[in-house]
């Protein structure tokens, strides 16, 4: 299992935002720090103990010295209009003695006992919780939901239903330490080895030095909040050459498509009708860019993947009286990004859909973990005190229903009493105007996933599993039984839209593939780099797929990985192999009938031929677009917003761990002062040599005449 590795004043151990305190599969451990810094190393006691270590090659000093650790993963800063939360060191980086922490007591003798502070605590995963730490700042409001005192008051701030009860906070805290995940099992065991080597002592006696420690560098540019950080960035821009920025806002791009295409240079008429299909595609956990969001998020745009191919596939989807979109949300874990700037998007005419044209919205929440067999449908209980409304929602649960009546392995239920939303995109878009909407989740109240924005929230949290010796590529195909049971919500997703866009004739045949599903949820959660994801991209995406799982995490460069491959997946499940060459799929305004108003062209890899040595790339014409996810408030400059989401993330100069040998105090100050002595006394030896050059250096006499 992956450690975390901490540094913190009082040796206070960090927790993970996530409750798996509570399941014994998850003994990360975490190390901590206490007191101030120590001296600098010396360089002969830590030669000494890093030339038994297989990672000190080379011939450098520093490779002699430090052993650096190099699959680790940092908890930052991030920072919106009011707070700072996360984590940083100083600026020269913490330092402590290494001291691992496995049992409550152990916790106890570095808080108070241990002689030789600071330490580096490597805490057992069972100790990661919050019940370590007090006195934090307290967690930033999130005010960008549509409940507020204005709106439905009694639904605001969780009064009435607390979603993730298991949910400990710490990913919005504030920590003036830095804080690390070990994500390497031979880098910790290598840390242990060198605990275990030359910080324990037999019977319990004090260990003598030196001794294994460990320095954290993780210092962050950015203070106080995005007003403070982004007003800094706009000076050092206006007067400056080469501005030193400190924050970035978080940003990415929505995937959005139609079921049938529309041109984007305009906009429709006020009468066009669009169902939406919505979810989200972003995660997010403690530490920085470790977001596997397996039921936070992938199992809802995988289905909705799923749902987008099957619909696709009905035979009259051109004549349908109303369109779809389907539309994936990015940064909806950071006060709804994505949608919050869609919908500002739609009321400047700045996309072509506006919101007068929406019909209906069908969102996806968390659907993996389902009780039995059962889909709960979520409403606005607010918006329906307008009878229209409610007449609309009435009409599009019935619509759902009837969809899930020819699915037995799902049945729809309604919830019996009135409550809020659960977080979702849809509330962005009833902060602007009152839609009929629902969310479709696993949960009627609080949520079953026990892993909700965090490290743990992985394949395995949803039984994502496959038979053992098997290939990477029988794996791929390997249909799972959490595949099979999110295909059967894709197809009630599916055949809800078909009679939502007011098809009638061919509902029951529309059936969403397992073998997509699995091939998907591989995808993301398991290997990125396999053989389908490769024919579906072009080729120069290839190195956004790695050999683990993709994270979700919206981050400040953009696209993310996640988000060109959800394009082009969604492009090559409801999109059209065109016979264009590669140099008219890149530019298809010259070829007849092909229009770049209406569709997207992609030259992609295409599939490995029968040989398997070459691929078969071709073009695919689809409707799948990507469209900005930057929050309005850094449009309009209003750092300070209460409307639009401001969150930013720091900017840091370098992140990284390393371990070595430390030497004790007092030999740190003989060394400095024999060092001291030997300048002073080179500098006697000099000046007396200097002084005396005339007596013991002898100018060569100038040559005489040579006589023969």
């Not at 409750?19 to 451990?29: E, F, I, N």
């Not at 916790?107 to 069972?126: C, H, I």
């Not at 599993?465 to 195909?477: G, I, K, T």
């Not at 959490?482 to 509902?507: I, M, P």
Request: hydrophobic share 35%; proline share 6%.
């Amino acid at each position: 299992m992956r450690p975390t590795v901490t540094t913190c004043p009082q040796a206070r151990a960090v927790s993970e935002d996530s409750r798996r305190r509570k399941d014994s599969r998850s003994p990360h451990p975490a190390a901590t720090y206490r007191g101030p810094r120590a001296g600098t190393p010396t360089g002969g006691s830590v030669a000494g103990g890093c030339s038994q270590s297989c990672f000190c090659r080379g011939n450098s000093v520093e490779r002699k010295i430090y052993i650096s650790l190099n699959k680790t993963a940092p908890c930052v800063r991030l920072l919106n209009a009011t707070h700072q939360i996360g984590c940083q060191s100083s600026v020269s980086g913490d330092t402590g003695v290494i001291h691992v922490v496995e049992k409550e007591e152990d916790l106890q003798w570095v808080l108070t006992d241990g002689p030789n502070p600071p330490y580096v605590v490597l805490l057992e995963g069972a100790l990661f919780t919050r019940g370590r730490f007090e006195g934090f700042l307290s967690s930033p409001s999130t005010p960008s939901g549509v409940y507020s005192n204005s709106y439905g008051p009694e639904f605001a701030h969780c009064r009435e239903i607390q979603w993730n009860p298991l949910g400990d906070g710490l990913a919005y805290e504030d920590f003036s330490f830095p804080i690390f995940l070990l994500e390497d099992e031979n880098e910790t065991k290598v840390i242990k080895q060198c605990y275990h080597d030359h910080n324990l002592s037999p019977n319990g006696s004090v260990p003598t030095f030196p001794l294994c420690a460990m320095q954290l560098f993780s210092h962050m540019h950015a203070v106080i909040s995005t007003v403070t950080c982004m007003r800094r960035s706009s000076i050092q821009s206006t007067f400056s050459i080469n501005p030193e920025i400190v924050c970035d806002p978080l940003s990415d791009y929505n995937v959005w498509s139609l079921l049938k295409p529309i041109n984007i240079s305009g906009a429709l008429e006020p009468d066009d009708r669009v169902v939406v299909a919505a979810t989200r595609l972003d995660s997010r956990s403690f530490f920085w860019n470790v977001a596997p969001g397996a039921e936070s998020a992938v199992a809802s745009f995988v289905t909705q993947l799923a749902a987008a191919e099957a619909l696709q596939k009905a035979p009259d989807v051109a004549t349908l009286p109303r369109n779809v979109m389907f539309v994936f949300f990015q940064g909806e874990t950071f006060d709804y990004i994505g949608s919050s700037r869609m919908v500002y998007d739609m009321e400047k005419g700045k996309f072509p859909v506006q919101l007068e044209n929406i019909d209906s919205f069908v969102e996806l929440g968390q659907v993996a973990l389902r009780n039995s067999l059962e889909l709960w449908m979520h409403t606005d209980p607010m918006s329906q005190k307008n009878e229209s409304v409610q007449n609309q929602v009435e009409a599009l649960l019935s619509t759902l229903e009837r969809s899930g009546a020819g699915v037995p392995a799902v049945e729809l239920r309604r919830l019996n009493q009135s409550q809020p939303l659960p977080p979702s995109s849809l509330q962005r878009f009833l902060r602007a105007r009152n839609i009929s909407g629902v969310v479709l989740a696993d949960h009627s109240t609080v949520f079953h996933n026990r892993y909700y924005q965090s490290i743990y929230d992985t394949a395995e949290s949803i039984n994502v599993s496959y038979p053992e010796l098997q290939s990477p590529e029988e794996d791929l195909n390997f249909v799972t039984d959490t595949a099979k049971a999110l295909a059967d919500v894709a197809t009630v997703v599916g055949r809800a839209l078909y009679q939502l866009a007011g098809g009638t004739n061919f509902s029951d045949t529309i059936q969403a593939d397992p073998g997509t599903v699995t091939r998907l949820l591989y995808g993301f959660l398991v290997r990125a780099n396999n053989s389908w994801f490769q024919s579906i991209l072009r080729q120069d995406l290839r190195s956004y797929l790695g050999d683990g799982p993709l994270q979700h995490y919206i981050a400040v460069s953009s696209p993310t990985n996640t988000t060109y491959v959800v394009q082009y997946a969604l492009a090559n499940l409801t999109g059209q192999v065109v016979d264009l060459t590669r140099e008219q799929c890149q530019d298809p305004s010259k070829v007849p009938n092909e229009n770049k108003d209406l569709y997207e062209y992609a030259w992609v890899q295409g599939p490995l031929n029968s040989n398997e040595t070459d691929r078969l790339p071709h073009c695919v014409r689809s409707t799948a677009r990507l469209a900005r996810a930057l929050s309005p408030a850094f449009e309009l400059r209003q750092w300070g917003s209460t409307e639009y989401s401001t969150w930013t993330e720091s900017r840091w100069k370098d992140i990284r761990a390393r371990i070595f040998l430390i030497a004790s105090r007092e030999l740190e100050f003989i060394t400095l002062m024999v060092g001291f002595g030997i300048l002073v006394f080179s500098l006697v030896v000099t000046y007396c040599i200097n002084a005396k050059a005339d007596v013991l250096f002898i100018a060569p006499r100038e040559p005489g005449a040579v006589s023969y």
